[in-house]
């Protein structure tokens, strides 16, 4: 595990001790409402996924006076973890990506009064509230950048396991390109992990053997390792799920947001509000705030480049 990794678990790790404002405890003990969380296998201080939802978490406990509780599932048992948050007694409890489902599913019909949030797959339990991302739309937004600034127009796309969710973040970037600059050629490789920073490295240095100038990720903590490299090598990269500038910041022009953690204060808001969730399929896209784009940093755009993506925008 890399150094910038386990600062970034440190430090998260001094947040959730540390003490909430009174005004927050105030109405954390008057409301009681709390979260679950479990995050992916590849736990904190993915500068993704994981990290995005436990932001969202610390927002509304700083904000809603909620309190949460996290469990990171690195040896693979989530049913397991997510039964002890469940014996916590917590409002809500939150799995994250596809491998959580089975457990989710299997612990929604054990416990049917228990409300449940899957992040980024889909439950058919009516105790459990489903939300997914179109990343496609987000992704495009990145296709474009690259399709318009690339020099060599050769491309790269690395996703961590070749899944649904990954092929829409692949597919949404290659329609970008492609809709800007019919010369691109847009490679693609997939890591077959989403926890190996130094894979994406050694693929992110075969796409540059490659031509490849600009790469963009979708593969958590393995893509931790396509930026890094990225700004070894000098070319530049794209960040995913949060905004991840400051992992490489000679490399990272801008990264796809997919508001895990607007998504996930969302759902307290509405239990503070004393609304129960009421399960079933939530998709967000751009209209809904659910993706975008993190400050365009590094390069410069024309006008009429920065209009066309303003136009996607709004």
Do not use: M
């Given at each position: 595990m890399s150094a910038c990794r386990w600062f970034g678990l440190l430090f998260l790790c001094f947040v959730v001790a540390g003490c909430s404002s009174e005004e927050a405890d105030s109405a954390s003990a008057e409301k009681g409402?709390?979260?679950?969380?479990?995050?992916?296998?590849?736990g904190l201080g993915d500068d993704s996924f994981s990290d995005s939802a436990f932001q969202g978490l610390e927002q509304a406990r700083d904000e809603l006076g909620i309190t949460f509780d996290y469990r990171e599932p690195f040896n693979g048992d989530f049913e397991g973890h997510m039964e002890d948050l469940i014996e916590q007694g917590h409002d809500v409890i939150m799995g994250l990506g596809y491998d959580s489902q089975a457990s989710i599913d299997a612990l929604a019909e054990k416990y049917p009064d228990q409300q449940f949030v899957l992040i980024d797959a889909v439950s058919e339990f009516d105790n459990v509230t489903s939300i997914t991302f179109r990343e496609d739309e987000g992704s495009y937004l990145i296709g474009l950048l690259a399709g318009m600034k690339t020099e060599s127009d050769v491309v790269g796309f690395i996703g961590g396991e070749q899944i649904e969710v990954v092929e829409r973040?692949?597919?949404?970037?290659r329609d970008g390109v492609q809709e800007v600059n019919d010369n691109a050629e847009v490679l693609v490789e997939y890591a077959g992990t989403f926890d190996d920073d130094a894979k994406g490295a050694?693929?992110?240095?075969?796409?540059?053997?490659?031509?490849?100038?600009?790469?963009?990720?979708a593969a958590g903590f393995t893509g931790v390792g396509v930026m890094k490299e990225a700004e070894n090598l000098g070319i530049y990269a794209f960040g995913a799920d949060s905004d991840q500038y400051y992992v490489a910041e000679d490399a990272v022009v801008s990264s796809m947001m997919k508001n895990v953690n607007v998504a996930l204060y969302d759902v307290m808001a509405q239990l503070t509000e004393g609304e129960p969730l009421k399960g079933g399929l939530q998709e967000l896209g751009i209209e809904e705030e659910g993706v975008g784009l993190?400050?365009?940093r590094l390069i410069q755009l024309s006008d009429e480049e920065q209009d066309r993506i303003d136009e996607e925008v709004n």
């Open positions: 409402i709390s979260a679950g969380l479990l995050v992916t296998e590849s973040f692949e597919n949404g970037f050694d693929l992110t240095r075969e796409l540059t053997e490659d031509k490849a100038d600009y790469v963009f990720h993190a400050p365009i």
